[in-house]
């Protein structure tokens, strides 16, 4: 059964967007039969999707219709974390919920915390009405930093914004850089268009530490230390500057901080920086060569390089080399990282931060939930945490340092609640436990942080079992709290219809299911960043009054390899293929698809510590251990394991995943967590 070319809106047909955490933002078309989702595939119609989805959303209709959804509320009656829980009534659930968190918020709401991520892109299940809801209780603000901060406040301070490229003209790019990004696994739809680049003459280069999928397909690797991407960066620059490959023109006119940027690129010359990336000093020079000379050439910079300290400082260092070159000039030239910020969102509209009056709560990095729930109140904290409620995000597995997060979520005097489908790791340690629906139940509107369409959900079947959206969820508290603003009323259509007010055309989106923005085609092509001066700051006086270094730099991990001769192996924890972060973990066909959690080992590494393939091994550190198989594989480049992420904790081979390893510190820029700056011992278990 293929949707025909130009599916049209039926009871049968239903139009929709993935809401998933990934860059491509596919329009989805799902059959449905009886009342059932039979089938959910891309929407031919849809230029970008072009009639083909990943192998996971495929299997949507198989998680939907999964025999664990969660199909009405329960309230915990074991141990906190024994996930022994009773069914109980949505009256029950909700009034249970509203004095709890009544009774806090008559002390200080502050101590009631949101936590919430990007379980679904929506801007209507993600913060539409929850935000309303924790705004108008005064509760603590999240700063939701879990995944790309880093990198955005990189590219806001470098660029002016999440903005780049458009993702289609890669097409027409003759060099392309795959920069920190394993797109076959991650950006599929990118990974397309750059098929079609390659077949067209294009030359695709990968840096990227572990030898990926994406790796494999490009004709050069660099496997380059983790951390270590802004000294490479740097090291191009001066070969830029030493061969001439530069446009003057465009530096001049368009740029800031040339002259300090020069100076500092001068000290990096490729012998010094193949000795910090570990890379050969010829890699590097025949790189800068191709970068310097072919035209044009686009840079797809993805998030793997800005999981470590430096990692603002990294993409702020790549971020600078389109304009060296005049990239920019061409419409199949520059760079793309993020386009979100394209997106005209009506957002004080959608999540109403007046409902705060004059409270200006404290605000609680994600990044830090362990260190987070485990303090006490002080001056500098505030309030202890004494509720959290949890929607779109599974932090148990997701957040790093799981020994402290566990600990946290432990605690018997924390009352917490899960929004969610699926029994999950967090789910586990809820005293309350509210089913909510998934994408194919409820409506939704959606940006991109890969391409400029706008995409519109439609609901395709009732909801399963007692299941309510997490907008039912959030107005059913706010009447049970007694809150009788308004807003409280709007449904969800309504909702949608706000998220971009008269910016992008409804009809459009209620007929076709998607709307493109209108956006130039080659946004610098004569400068105008949206920067405060207007040019690429390779200088950045906002960051030098921050105290930070104004100008782009390479700073070393935290844990560096060779610094601690008890952890001599720097691990990286990538997504797995199928699965999208912890996310379809517990669907069979996809588990089946990555088997058991597994670590990526060099043959060397492996060979000296008596590790053969398939082995058992202990991964450890200071702050855990961790249980899973070796792959002995040269996917690893010596000194670096890959622990591919992110199994659930309660699937994994003795109940904990690699984010028992990984630690709470932040980032250069954006308080970002460091998921890839991790020194480990691995031994036999
Ligand atoms: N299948 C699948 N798709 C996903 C996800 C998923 O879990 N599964 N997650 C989604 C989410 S939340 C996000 S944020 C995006 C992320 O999308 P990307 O940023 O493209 O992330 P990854 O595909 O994880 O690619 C990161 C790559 O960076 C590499 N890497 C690690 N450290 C370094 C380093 O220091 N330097 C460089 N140059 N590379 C490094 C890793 O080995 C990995 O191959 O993907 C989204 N798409
Ligand atoms: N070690 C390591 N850790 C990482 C990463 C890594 O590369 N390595 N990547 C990090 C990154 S990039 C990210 S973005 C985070 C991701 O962390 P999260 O945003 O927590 O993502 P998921 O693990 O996919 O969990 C999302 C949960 O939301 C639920 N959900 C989906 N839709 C809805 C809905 O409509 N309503 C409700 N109530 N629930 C819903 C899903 O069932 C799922 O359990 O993880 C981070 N953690
Ligand atoms: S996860 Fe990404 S590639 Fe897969 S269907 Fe969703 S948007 Fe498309
Ligand atoms: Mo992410």
Redo the contacts with the bound molecule.
Sequence with gaps: MTPPDKPLQSDAIVLGA?P?D?P???ALVTTVQDGRAVKVQGNPAHPL?DGV??A??AKYAERTHHPDRLLQPLKRVGPKGSGQFAPIGWDEALTTIAERLGAIAARDPQAIVPYSYAGTMGLVQGEGMAARFFHRLGASLLDRTICASAGAEALTQTLGGKLGMRVQHFAESQLIVIWGSNAIGSN??FWRIAQEAKRRGARLVCIDPRKSETADKCHEHLALRPGTDAALALALMHQLITHDWLDHDYIARHTLGWDALRERALQWPPERAAEVCGLPVQQIVDLARAYGTTQPAAIRLNYGMQRVRGGGNAVRAVACLPALVGAWRHRAGGLLMSSSGEFPIQRAALHRPDLLGERRPRTINMSTIGQALLADTSADFGPQIEALVVYNSNPVAVAPQSGEVVRGFAREDLFTVVLEHFMTDTADYADIVLPATTQLEHWDIHSSYGHTDVLLNRPAIAPVGDSRSNTDIFRALAAHMGFTEPCFNDDDLTLCRTAFGDRVDFDTLLTQGFAHLDVPDAPFADGGFPTPSGRCEFFSQRLADQGQDGLPDHVPNYELAGSDSRYPLAMISPPARNF?NSTFVNVQSLRDIEGEPLLEIHPDDASVRGIADQTLVRVFNDRGSYHCAAHVSRRARPGVVNGLGIWWRKLGVRGTNVNELTSQQLTDMGRAPVFYDCLVQVEPA
Excluded: A, M
């Design positions: 993935c998933h990934c491509d933002t596919c999707t989805l990943c996971k959303v599929l739809h999208l």
